[in-house]
């Protein structure tokens, strides 16, 4: 089979490439490198012995679509391209409607030309918007609050009407709980631009020196012991759920949405004990005041991707945190 992944050179991306290549799959990556470094091409061969194809392109460019769909056989695409911080969307709405919604709909109005029809698009829980009650489930009602979710909620609309329109559309909405960890090998990992937003690069640099004190969003959630819960999910499981949900698109016709997550809730303090076991030493951290749009407790019900897919997740916090610690020690710096 013959892949391409649009942002394969970011931090799900380069797993799932990594995951493909070692399938035996043929890659071709397109990305405008925006938010990801060339270095990761010689990381992810170090790994795998191969070489994915990589073009350096937009997906919001005609051309460089065209390009990629007519000088490879295209099977299948992987569409994780797209700005992805939340707080940016707020100051620059444009930036993130014209790259994730306008560039996913000249994406896939190249596909419709070029005649490849199956999809696996990178969405979010953050569709789940603030109302839904966890665990999340993917009949629950949608919604957003900020541009970036915005962004993401009308991309899974506009591929739902597209499917509805032309039965020989097979697309897979992947709906992303809180990806942590990196590659066993220490190789790749997430190398955020600046002060980090998430959580775990954020713990991680500090961890490493790079960063100061870390700042817990409020202790007076309605949560165990008061901080935030999440489902963080190694991205090594949720690069085997783009596996397997390419396997299945093949046998699927229409548009749905899956949750990849491990159905677990864990706490901030939780993260930073873990983080501060797995490597040796405290991790200092102060309270204030909680994060604007930031909810108390977000986990899955990853009942439909078990059925459906085949998949569940398989590696726990200790193993994501460890993996996370071993990137990040190993690349202080990032790549
Ligand atoms: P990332 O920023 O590491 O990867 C995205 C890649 O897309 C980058 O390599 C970037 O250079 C590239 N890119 C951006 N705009 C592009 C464009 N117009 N043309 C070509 N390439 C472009 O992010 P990630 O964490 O790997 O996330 C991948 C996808 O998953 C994104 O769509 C993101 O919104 C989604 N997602 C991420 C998370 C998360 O917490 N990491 C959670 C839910 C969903
Ligand atoms: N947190 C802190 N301090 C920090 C950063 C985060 O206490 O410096 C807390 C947050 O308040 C939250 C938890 O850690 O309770 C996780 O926060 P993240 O920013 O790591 O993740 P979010 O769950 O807020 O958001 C992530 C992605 C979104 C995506 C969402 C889907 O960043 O893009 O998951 O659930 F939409």
Same mark, same amino acid.
């Given at each position: %089979?013959?892949?391409?992944?649009? /942002?394969? %050179?970011?931090?799900?991306?380069?797993?799932?490439?990594?995951?493909?290549?070692?399938?035996?799959?043929?890659?071709?990556?397109?990305?405008?490198?925006?938010?990801?470094?060339?270095?990761? $091409?010689?990381?992810? =061969? #170090? *790994?795998?012995?191969?070489?994915?194809?990589?073009?350096?392109?937009?997906?919001?460019?005609?051309?460089?679509?065209?390009?990629?769909? &007519?000088?490879?056989?295209?099977?299948?695409?992987?569409?994780?391209?797209?700005? !992805?911080?939340?707080?940016?969307? +707020?100051?620059?709405?444009?930036?993130?409607?014209?790259?994730?919604?306008?560039? @996913?709909?000249? $994406?896939?109005?190249?596909?419709?030309?070029? +005649?490849?029809?199956?999809?696996?698009?990178?969405?979010?829980?953050?569709?789940?918007?603030?109302?839904?009650?966890?665990?999340?489930?993917? &009949? %629950?009602?949608? @919604?957003?609050?900020?541009?970036? /979710?915005?962004?993401?909620? %009308?991309?899974?609309?506009?591929?739902?009407?597209?499917?509805?329109?032309?039965? #020989?559309?097979? *697309? *897979?909405?992947?709906?992303?709980?809180?990806?942590? /960890?990196?590659?066993?090998? /220490?190789?790749?990992?997430? +190398?955020?631009?600046?002060?980090?937003? +998430? $959580?775990?690069?954020?713990?991680?640099?500090?961890?490493?020196?790079?960063? =100061?004190?870390?700042?817990?969003?409020?202790?007076?959630?309605?949560?165990?012991?008061?901080?935030?819960?999440?489902?963080?999910?190694?991205?090594?499981?949720?690069?085997?759920?783009?596996?397997?949900?390419?396997?299945?698109?093949?046998?699927?016709?229409?548009?749905?949405?899956?949750?990849?997550?491990?159905?677990?809730?864990? @706490?901030?303090?939780?993260?930073?004990?873990?983080?501060?076991?797995?490597?040796?030493?405290?991790?200092?951290?102060?309270?204030?005041?909680?994060?604007?749009?930031?909810?108390?407790?977000?986990?899955?019900?990853?009942? !439909?991707?078990?059925?459906?897919?085949?998949?569940?997740?398989?590696?726990?916090?200790?193993?994501?945190? #460890?993996?996370?610690?071993?990137?990040? @020690?190993?690349?202080? #710096?990032?790549?």
């Amino acid at each position: %089979m013959s892949l391409l992944l649009t /942002g394969g %050179m970011g931090y799900i991306g380069s797993h799932t490439v990594v995951q493909l290549l070692d399938l035996g799959q043929d890659v071709v990556i397109l990305d405008n490198l925006s938010n990801a470094s060339e270095k990761v $091409l010689e990381r992810i =061969e #170090e *790994i795998t012995g191969k070489q994915p194809l990589f073009v350096k392109g937009d997906i919001c460019n005609r051309d460089d679509l065209n390009r990629v769909f &007519t000088e490879h056989q295209i099977d299948a695409v992987i569409h994780f391209a797209g700005l !992805k911080a939340v707080g940016e969307s +707020n100051e620059i709405p444009l930036s993130y409607y014209h790259n994730n919604v306008s560039g @996913s709909v000249t $994406l896939f109005q190249a596909m419709a030309d070029h +005649n490849v029809k199956q999809l696996v698009f990178s969405s979010s829980a953050t569709v789940y918007g603030e109302h839904n009650l966890s665990p999340l489930i993917e &009949t %629950m009602p949608t @919604s957003a609050t900020n541009p970036y /979710g915005k962004t993401k909620l %009308m991309i899974e609309n506009i591929l739902f009407d597209l499917a509805k329109s032309d039965s #020989e559309w097979s *697309i *897979i909405n992947l709906r992303y709980f809180n990806p942590i /960890g990196a590659h066993a090998s /220490g190789l790749i990992g997430e +190398n955020p631009n600046g002060i980090p937003n +998430n $959580l775990l690069p954020y713990v991680a640099q500090v961890a490493v020196g790079r960063l =100061e004190l870390l700042s817990v969003f409020g202790d007076d959630y309605d949560t165990p012991d008061g901080t935030g819960v999440r489902d963080y999910i190694h991205v090594v499981d949720l690069a085997n759920g783009h596996v397997k949900a390419l396997e299945k698109l093949s046998a699927l016709s229409g548009c749905y949405a899956i949750n990849l997550g491990t159905g677990n809730g864990t @706490s901030v303090l939780e993260i930073v004990n873990t983080f501060s076991s797995v490597c040796g030493h405290e991790i200092p951290y102060q309270v204030v005041p909680r994060r604007a749009g930031d909810i108390a407790t977000v986990f899955a019900n990853a009942e !439909k991707a078990r059925s459906l897919l085949g998949w569940q997740a398989e590696y726990d916090l200790n193993t994501m945190i #460890e993996d996370t610690w071993r990137w990040q @020690s190993s690349n202080p #710096e990032g790549y």
